[in-house]
Each structure stands twice: as structure tokens, then as C-alpha cells.
């Protein structure tokens, strides 16, 4: 049975909602970088990283490769990075909004 598409999108929406893989993929977004890299980035415990790491490496939004003992993670493709784009442009002007909205609630009642 195949989940519909609306379901689909929900799922991976989801399994972007955590500030750490959000992190994560912030960082990835300028080249591959090694897991000693992400932990020095992220104030997380290494075996937390670990965990928000398979997450999305079972996702396919990320992909790793092991070169000794090192590992390094890179996006799977330039669509996740236009996601991030996207959201950033999103959340400005939804900012923007209340900044407007803030200081019009800031001026002066005319009444007083």
C-alpha cells in the first residue's frame, strides 16, 4: 500500500524537526565536513550527534563516507540546501511581519 504524498511530505518534515539536524545540515550546506567538525559546531554530546546523524543518513538527505577514522558527511544533493533557503526567505519575512506589527503596538495610544 503506498502513502500518500501529503503523508509523505508530513514524514519528512518530521524527521527534519530537530534543532540539531537542522544544525547539521546548515553546515553541510558549504561541503562535506568530518564528525569532529560537526561536534566542534554543535554543543552536543557525541553520542546524540551520532543518533540525529543516522537519522538522516536513513533519510538519504545525508550520505557518509569513512576514510580510516574518520568519518564525513555531505548532502545527498543541492536540493536540501535550497529547503534551508527557502525556510530562511520564509522566516524573514514572517519576522519581518511581527517587527511591523510590534512597533505599531509600540506607538503611543492617540487616545492618551
Known amino acids: 500500500m503506498q502513502v500518500p504524498l501529503y503523508q509523505a511530505k508530513a514524514e519528512f ?4 524537526g530537530h534543532p540539531v539536524r537542522i544544525r547539521v545540515l546548515e ?6 565536513r568530518p564528525v569532529r567538525e560537526l561536534l566542534a559546531e554543535i554543543d552536543i554530546e557525541p553520542s546524540n550527534l551520532s ?11 545525508v550520505v557518509s563516507t569513512r576514510d580510516g577514522g574518520t568519518v564525513t558527511y555531505a548532502l545527498a544533493g543541492g536540493d536540501v540546501a535550497e529547503l534551508l533557503r ?3 526567505r520564509i522566516l524573514t519575512e514572517l519576522l519581518a511581519g511581527q517587527s511591523e506589527l510590534l512597533a505599531e503596538l509600540r506607538q503611543v495610544d492617540p487616545r492618551r
Open 51 to 61: 543518533q540525529q546523524l543516522a537519522v538522516l543518513r536513513r533519510s538519504g538527505i
Open 86 to 88: 527557502a525556510a530562511r
Open 13 to 16: 518534515f518530521r524527521m527534519l
Open 27 to 32: 553546515l553541510l550546506q558549504n561541503g562535506p
